[in-house]
């Protein structure tokens, strides 16, 4: 059974958000993944060439936001 869990380094040990369905004892693989933000999980959608930040600054500019030009 795998799960994915989100946790926090602190202090030298990785610290889980919520409980983990495990049993004392229970030995596990763990595999770390840094958390990536939704400008980064979606930069390629659209063929982007700029930088993130560039991508960042123009989809939270209030001007390209729909809802405003209503």
């Known amino acids: 059974m795998a799960i994915t869990v989100e946790a ?5 040990v990785l610290k889980p958000s919520a409980p983990l369905p495990l049993k004392e004892q229970e ?3 763990v ?3 840094p ?3 939704w400008v ?3 930069a390629g959608i659209i063929g982007w060439t700029g930088s ?3 991508l960042r600054e123009f989809a939270l ?3 390209m936001d729909p809802e405003e030009s209503a």
Do not use: A, F
Not at 8 to 12: F, I
């Open 35 to 37: 958390k990536t933000n």
């Open 8 to 12: 926090v380094y602190e202090n030298g």
């Open 27 to 29: 030995r596990v693989e």
């Open 52 to 54: 993130h930040e560039e």
């Open 61 to 63: 500019d209030p001007e």
């Open 31 to 33: 595999i770390i993944k």
């Open 40 to 42: 980064q999980e979606t």
